[in-house]
């Protein structure tokens, strides 16, 4: 096979998906694996830096209609999870420091000496290929180091009344004014739990006294009540130290402005301009909510339980997160079915991202309308997940009688012989219960509709377990699913992750972020009898059924071709919505999430600087995905017709290579 690296040209691969009746292609990539540069780099992606912006760019001319982001929330020096992270608070390890130093937008607040001397520092890059791995523990420090520098820089200049800060310092005061509600417990989360775990000192530059460390209210010798309290004591210790500690609060509150700026200006890169489309940004809703919020917001949480995930196809153990549930007595308030203080934080949270991102991704909305939860006085946290309930159809368990104060579901809707967390535990329900079920994820509706997204927008992350609730919730909404093929039971067709069973609300995948990467599985398929039946299921679903196709013949002899046909696959089917995981776009074989463990890798996996250039070559050699190639495939397989009617587009979107099936 020729090596080629003429790019395909995007508006080929637009019309491609528009013949195929694709609205969305979008590829999903979290912020620590975004690419970067040299000059400005300190071991951890960010797409508001420039490599960042650069691959943006890169993915919008490759053909991509928007970009899913992983959750954006702070984390703690300890837990890189995205999904552990802050409701309102952004991460503070995505701000770009170069901006900080170069830009007049931002006073030029980091000294270009700091930084320099912060990059000459940084550890040496590990990994081979296309990725590697950010040094999470290493990136801290030094990020904390730049932006305090660059925080020094501009309270120095402010207090001089320098005009190259005047107008930051104006952003300054009105952003601290307009998000006091959240950045005040999340201020005084973090300078607690800096005083706590370290004796409230940290070494890093101009001595403020910050570290996200992350230490856990629950450990706190005093203050575990303190945002909750309404007690007059709470109120002065609450004034107390937020003299002390003026100056932290402060530092935090500018970090928060500087990356709220960053990414509205991200924002205003990717609309829509004069020959370019729109690429649009997708947030993510995770269920979880960090420990940060849940010390701030612990009287809305109903006492004794946790969310988890139950065993399931995936994880036959089940995942005890720890994440707290919201109170269901605290659903509605007052007459009139007025909001209550739980649906109204619900309310808040969708809002503020959906001021910030064009559509949203529900993280495991089983979370939002049927919880599974499990009692936290266990000490054998995997045992009280096993032995967990649904919060709302348990009305009648001897090991839980506290849930049936909660239920919606009936002892009579229930099927008693299936296990509690099997899909059809309650097999009937009226209307009524069916909204009562909805109340969260209306909320998340209504504030989508308020902001003018449409319903497919809005991406609900139901992987291989749908309990009959939340089905009934999202067909009266109109909602999909996703399908991640590779995991399709190929000996059941009636299995959800099959793409003919596809609908056309739908978003389907070939992996996602807890998934092992799709070049690594098929690798691990080649030569065996995986390989056999992948390629039998996929010559029917491509039209190519005999012994002698060329297609056949290929995907038996060639990984690659398995992967170009598996993914035409999922462009062939009825769902609307396509999405791809940044390694299996790049052809990575290293696993970014290794879902139910603890490993240090996680969360770290990140693209190399250049990826953008050695993407093409790559996928000429058939070691990235090509997606013109994918397209060719999946327009040849609608028959002679269509293929006659479009061959000058699939000829461009094969690019000469010899590949036509």
Known sequence: MPAHDRPVARADLAAALDILGKRHLVLSIHDVS??????EDLGRGSPYSGGGRAFLAFVRQLGFTGVQLGPQGQTSRYNPSPYDGALFARDILSIALRPLADDPFYGNVLPRADLDDLLRGRPARGGQGVTERADYAAVWPRQLAALASAWHGFTRRRAAADPSVADLAEAFDGFAREHAGWLAPAGLYEVLSTAYRTGGTWSGAHGLRVSFDGSHWRTWPRDQELWVSKSQAAAARRAGLSRTYARELEFLAFCQLLVARQHAALRAELAARPGLPALRLFGDLQVGISVADTWALHDLFLPGYAMGAPPSRTNPDGQPWGYPVLDPRLYHG?????????LRLVAARTDAMLRDYDGLRVDHPHGLVCPWVYRTDEPDAYRAVQGGARLFESPCLSDHPRLAAYAIARADQLDLALPRHADRWV?????????RYAAQLDVVLAAARAHGRALDDVLCEVLSTQPYPLQRVLEGHGLGRFRVTQKADLNNPND???SENARPEDWVMLGNHDTPP???????????????AQTAYLCGRLGSRSDDDPLRARMLADPAALVHAKFADLLVCPARQVAVFMSD???????????GVVDPANWTL???????????????RGTALDLGWALAIALRSRGPACASEHADLITRLERGLGRPC
């Open 496 to 498: 959800v992750y099959r």
């Open 334 to 342: 007052g007459g009139g079915g007025e909001l209550g203080p739980a």
């Open 606 to 620: 990140r693209l190399r600087a250049g990826c953008e250039a050695a993407y093409w070559p790559a996928a000429a």
């Open 34 to 39: 975004f690419p970067g540069r040299d000059d």
């Open 518 to 532: 799709i070049w690594r599985l098929a690798a691990s398929w080649h030569k065996t009898p995986l390989a056999a």
């Open 427 to 435: 097999h009937t329900l009226d209307d009524a219960q069916v909204a």
């Open 585 to 595: 776009l790049f052809g990575a074989h290293d696993i970014y999430n290794a879902p």
